[in-house]
């Protein structure tokens, strides 16, 4: 069964330039969470989606939003990048948002804002 | 406020000995607990979790404890393979319907042949 497939993997912009990242759960996963990965902060959660509906956000300003879509993919959209916005931003797929269960990521897509 | 805490940064360890591999949590609201090991550039793996309701869980080489009343978790690896070597991370999830992950700051895994 394909897993958690994130593109694209790597992606260079300028600042003030704006990104999407694309993201396609495990077949039959419905829930699908956004983490940022930085050197400094580690990895903190952005957003998490089910049923094409936000269910939680995390603590990173209005320039970062997501979608989900019907068919379970999922979108970030980050504007207005700036240097700090360089970062791994990985991909999380789960069955459904419940307590005793595991996510599995994507691979990631590596941004750097020059 | 960092709610998940993983102390030390780095471990080395000898092949075919022990890695223990701590972790210590602040909320008492966090009802599951996850390992992820990651390798640079990509995304994490999966290891094992254990529910709050129980102390211990064993997967093979990997098994996970918990001290709920410590807020404490450890990852034992026996025997340690060079192809452990990686970043290991904690993770914690409130109870509830949300698959948020809180997650610790990592562990570099370092397994000497």
């Known amino acids: 069964k394909a897993g958690v497939t994130q593109t694209p993997r790597y992606l260079i912009k300028t600042r003030g330039q704006q990104v999407t990242l694309s993201c396609s759960p495990i077949s039959g996963h419905r829930s699908v969470s956004w983490y940022q990965q930085t050197p400094g902060q580690g990895l903190q959660f952005l957003f998490e989606?089910?049923?094409?509906?936000?269910?939680n956000k995390g603590n990173f300003p209005g320039r970062f939003s997501g979608r989900q879509f019907s068919n379970s993919r999922s979108e970030m959209n980050v504007s207005t990048l700036e240097l700090g916005d360089s970062a791994l931003y990985l991909c999380a797929s789960s069955f459904r948002p419940q307590l005793n269960t595991e996510a599995f990521f994507g691979q990631g897509t590596r941004l750097t804002v020059v | 406020d960092q709610q998940v805490k993983q102390n030390s940064p780095s471990l080395s360890v000898q092949e075919g000995r022990i890695s223990i591999l701590n972790c210590d949590y602040t909320?008492?609201?966090?009802?599951?607990f996850l390992w992820y090991k990651k390798y640079p550039a990509e995304g994490p793996t999966f290891l094992i979790s254990i529910s709050s309701i129980k102390d211990k869980n064993e997967d093979g080489r990997f098994t996970v404890f918990l001290n709920k009343s410590a807020k404490h978790l450890s990852l034992h690896i026996v025997p340690s393979q060079p192809g452990d070597s990686a970043v290991y991370f904690c993770a914690a999830k409130e109870g509830g319907a949300t698959n948020k992950l809180i997650f610790g700051t990592g562990t570099l895994l370092a397994v000497q042949p």
């Open positions: 909320n008492s609201m966090f009802d599951y």
């Open positions: 989606y089910f049923s094409e509906t936000q269910r």
